[in-house]
């Protein structure tokens, strides 16, 4: 496999490791090995210090290193594909799928997956994350892109940087919100006390995400909710709830103590997914249905006669759309 070229351009003065980890959506531990490795470029210049300042403008060059193929670990399960091309792959990523192989997990994961379907992959996050171009929590279900090509890889990850690419999620919570809309815009970071968590920290990335209140439950103890972020960090949407003393029901990290008997996953769903396609740039949205599990809880605790009316895709965006973020 040879070596992949990515470029980008400084938007602001900071870190050049805080600047790839944004763009590249890639841990900064990872990014400083690959400064340190030689594998990047500033102005054409190899960079070898991972807290060097970049000037607005400045062209960066990423040299990723060719890494020999891991043979993909044996799989049980199947993934529901939502749309297909050349270029990209829309999956619906089953609730307790890890998405990529780490040291820490041992069962298979969504790249295994891709690998046993001979799906060609973008190289640019590297063997073990490749083709990944935004991630979901193991226990979220919905609506995620995969790359192709390294030329489709590098166009969605700019839009996942510029926020032309959008999630829209539903939540069921714990209480209700108290407004028909709730805007938080608090820095996440890992957690000081719990290293399994994040937590709104003084000296976190910036983080922000709307929600807002779709269908109360019949006792109203609990609501459904949408949820649009506007940044992606690690949890941000179980953060950002806990952080106004609201959690996701079957939420064990960050919610409240439940039954595992009663609710067996966590009810967070993305749902609705939008993007330019790379290569014709053709606006594209893709929903990924309530899985079964949801379906029946709202079945059983929310009046449902209106439901496929509230869960309009269409709908959705439109609550959204007269949303901005300064």
């Given at each position: 496999?040879?070596?992949?070229?990515i470029?980008f351009n400084?938007a602001?003065?900071?870190r050049?490791?805080?600047f790839?980890?944004?763009?590249?959506?890639?841990?900064?531990n990872?990014?400083a090995h690959l400064?340190k490795g030689?594998?990047?470029?500033v102005?054409g210049?190899?960079?070898?210090k991972p807290?060097?300042?970049?000037k607005?403008?400045q062209r960066?060059?990423?040299t990723l290193?060719?890494m020999e193929?891991?043979?993909?670990q044996?799989i049980d399960?199947?993934v529901?594909?939502?749309?297909?091309?050349?270029?990209?792959?829309?999956i619906?990523?089953p609730?307790?799928?890890t998405?990529h192989?780490a040291?820490?997990?041992?069962?298979?994961?969504?790249v295994?997956?891709?690998?046993?379907?001979?799906?060609?992959?973008?190289?640019l996050?590297?063997?073990?994350r490749h083709?990944?171009?935004h991630r979901?929590?193991?226990g979220?279900?919905g609506?995620?892109?995969?790359?192709?090509?390294?030329?489709a890889?590098e166009?969605?990850?700019?839009?996942?940087?510029?926020?032309?690419?959008?999630r829209f999620?539903l939540?069921v919570?714990t209480?209700p919100?108290?407004?028909?809309?709730?805007f938080?815009d608090k820095?996440?970071?890992?957690?000081?006390g719990?290293r399994?968590?994040?937590?709104?920290?003084p000296?976190g990335k910036?983080a922000q995400?709307l929600?807002?209140k779709?269908l109360?439950?019949?006792?109203?103890?609990?609501?459904?909710?949408?949820c649009?972020?506007f940044?992606?960090r690690t949890?941000q949407?179980?953060?950002?709830l806990?952080?106004?003393?609201?959690?996701i029901?079957?939420?064990?990290?960050y919610?409240?103590k439940?039954?595992?008997?009663k609710?067996?996953?966590?009810?967070?769903?993305?749902?609705t997914?939008?993007?330019?396609h790379?290569?014709?740039g053709?606006?594209?949205r893709?929903s990924?249905p309530?899985?079964?599990?949801?379906?029946?809880?709202?079945?059983s605790y929310?009046e449902?006669?209106?439901l496929?009316?509230?869960?309009?895709?269409?709908?959705i965006?439109?609550?959204?759309?007269?949303?901005t973020v300064?």
């Amino acid at each position: 496999m040879h070596p992949a070229n990515i470029s980008f351009n400084a938007a602001g003065n900071e870190r050049l490791d805080a600047f790839l980890s944004t763009v590249m959506n890639e841990p900064r531990n990872q990014i400083a090995h690959l400064i340190k490795g030689g594998h990047v470029e500033v102005e054409g210049k190899q960079a070898a210090k991972p807290g060097l300042k970049l000037k607005p403008g400045q062209r960066v060059v990423v040299t990723l290193p060719a890494m020999e193929p891991k043979a993909a670990q044996p799989i049980d399960f199947n993934v529901p594909i939502l749309y297909e091309d050349d270029h990209l792959l829309v999956i619906d990523k089953p609730s307790g799928l890890t998405v990529h192989p780490a040291p820490s997990v041992k069962e298979p994961t969504l790249v295994d997956w891709l690998k046993h379907h001979d799906v060609r992959l973008s190289t640019l996050s590297g063997e073990e994350r490749h083709g990944i171009v935004h991630r979901l929590d193991k226990g979220t279900s919905g609506a995620m892109v995969v790359a192709k090509t390294n030329e489709a890889h590098e166009a969605l990850s700019r839009q996942l940087q510029d926020k032309s690419m959008g999630r829209f999620y539903l939540a069921v919570i714990t209480p209700p919100l108290k407004e028909e809309m709730t805007f938080i815009d608090k820095p996440i970071g890992r957690s000081p006390g719990n290293r399994l968590k994040m937590a709104v920290v003084p000296h976190g990335k910036p983080a922000q995400t709307l929600f807002k209140k779709l269908l109360p439950s019949r006792d109203e103890k609990s609501e459904l909710i949408a949820c649009k972020l506007f940044t992606g960090r690690t949890h941000q949407i179980r953060v950002h709830l806990e952080s106004f003393s609201r959690h996701i029901l079957g939420d064990h990290l960050y919610g409240i103590k439940s039954n595992p008997d009663k609710i067996q996953r966590i009810l967070l769903h993305a749902y609705t997914l939008y993007f330019a396609h790379p290569f014709t740039g053709e606006a594209m949205r893709f929903s990924a249905p309530l899985p079964e599990q949801f379906t029946l809880w709202l079945q059983s605790y929310f009046e449902t006669e209106n439901l496929d009316e509230t869960l309009d895709p269409d709908r959705i965006a439109t609550l959204f759309d007269t949303d901005t973020v300064d």
